[in-house]
């Protein structure tokens, strides 16, 4: 049986498999950013429309947010290992099909691939990090993540600057340079060893099957109710809304630069190189800063700053000058009010055998919701791009007050302190009666 497999002889460093696990936040990230410079060549070499690019971009986005939801519950049942190990194939055999496909389903099977094996590591590698971590440095190693999928970003556009001008050749190594990663991170990851607290839980889960009272919390319907309720409503309600600034910045800054402020594409790109570095530089500071006592300053602060950058082109206009302040201010909301927070909030507030599952719900609601919204946006900015920006203000405001009407007031409880229970005590032998 599963939770029954024998432990290694000694657990690896830490950082170690923060780095090792954490790499499925750099994939998810270079997968992303690839993807949309990759189809735009595809586009001209295999003759893809408009429409094709458009579908094989929504699948990949979409099959994250399904792979989120199903990886963090086999996580949670079957084992943190046997998840993370089968996205790594699951992703290489993605990347093999874009790199190698000559036709639009190959494309299709290839980005489903892909999209749905990075969904499903998220949650349960960034459960193996927390759960590979201590109380006082648990927050340090899951910001760490977030280090690695802007170094994914960075490593991406580097890429696309290199080979971005030279073809069919340029979009296959553009994929190939995630399957590669993918090979070298399945091979590290075997000698990660299951989580031990996961074992423990999945051990007690075993032996108190017979008595569902003395069970540790494993059931879905866990997460609806006391204690958890709360801080699962307020964490999807605060990553779906503020994910909804953060992708469209992303996915439609060069978009709002060039086609409203008139800026050629180069200018967006300039301050993406730019600030990207600042947004490493801001990492490590949440880094040293998340398991202090100060988390939820620095948290009110970069919440003060997302809501700041977007209310400023829905204030004075959407120019030139309001995107530049915006786009710079906007990190410090990533770095201290956005996902790294979301992701240290979501490993402490839930049992071993509903953490994976948990953030995987998490997870996908965000990219579901941002989905919708990029499917609307061109028309949003038609009918005026300040409306755009109006929403998005409200919708980090939505966003960062749930999580602090939650957070704020709890401190730094974490689930980590609940031990699991012990093994139910075998039953006493009956007594027998002397001749």
């Not at 499925?24 to 993807?35: E, F, L, P, R």
């Not at 699948?59 to 949670?76: E, H, K, N, P």
């Not at 201010?329 to 979501?346: R, S, T």
């Not at 032998?429 to 001749?435: I, R």
Request: charged share 10%; proline share 6%; glycine share 12%.
């Amino acid at each position: 049986m599963f939770p029954t497999q024998r432990p290694p002889a000694a657990s690896p460093k830490p950082w170690w498999v923060a780095f090792v696990a954490g790499m499925a936040s750099y994939i998810d990230a270079a997968a992303i950013t690839a993807s949309g410079v990759a189809l735009v060549i595809y586009q001209d070499v295999y003759g893809l429309t408009a429409a094709n690019v458009g579908v094989l971009s929504a699948l990949l986005t979409s099959f994250i947010g399904v792979g989120a939801i199903v990886g963090g519950r086999v996580g949670d049942r079957w084992g943190r290992k046997r998840v993370f190990v089968a996205t790594m194939v699951m992703i290489a055999v993605g990347a093999a099909l874009l790199v190698f496909g000559r036709d639009f389903t190959l494309l299709v099977v290839g980005s489903c691939l892909i999209g749905f094996g990075t969904g499903a590591d998220l949650p349960v590698s960034l459960a193996t990090v927390a759960e590979a971590a201590a109380q006082d440095n648990r927050g340090k190693l899951l910001g760490f993540s977030q280090i690695l999928w802007k170094l994914g970003v960075l490593g991406s556009l580097g890429l696309s600057a290199l080979v971005g001008d030279h073809g069919l050749i340029g979009g296959q190594i553009l994929y190939g340079h995630i399957g590669v990663v993918a090979l070298v991170v399945l091979v590290l990851r075997l000698g990660i060893p299951e989580s031990a607290d996961w074992r423990r839980a999945a051990l007690a889960r075993s032996a108190h099957r017979e008595d569902p009272s003395t069970q540790p919390k494993a059931s879905l319907r866990e997460l609806l109710r006391p204690p958890y309720a709360h801080s699962f409503a307020a964490l999807l309600i605060f990553y779906m809304f503020t994910n909804l600034a953060a992708n469209t910045n992303g996915q439609f800054g060069t978009y709002l630069m060039v086609n409203v402020a008139g800026m050629p594409v180069s200018t967006q790109a300039t301050i993406t190189l730019i600030g990207n570095p600042i947004g490493i530089a801001l990492g490590f500071l949440f880094m040293r800063t998340v398991d202090g006592p100060n988390r939820m300053k620095w948290f009110y602060f970069g919440a003060t700053m997302g809501v700041v950058a977007m209310a400023i082109p829905a204030v004075f206009g959407v120019t030139f000058v309001t995107l530049l302040i915006k786009s710079l201010l906007v990190y410090f909301f990533y770095g201290f009010a956005f996902e790294a927070i979301m992701k240290v909030w979501a490993q402490e507030s839930f049992p071993t055998l509903l953490r994976s599952t948990g953030q995987g719900t998490i997870i996908a609601a965000g990219r579901f919701g941002a989905a919708a919204l990029a499917g609307v946006t061109p028309w949003i900015v038609e009918q005026g791009p300040r409306y755009l920006f109006v929403f998005l203000t409200v919708a980090i405001l939505l966003g960062v007050t749930a999580a602090a009407l939650v957070f704020g007031r709890r401190g730094h409880h974490t689930e980590f302190d609940e031990p699991a229970p012990e093994p139910a005590p075998a039953p006493a032998p009956a007594a027998t009666s002397a001749d």
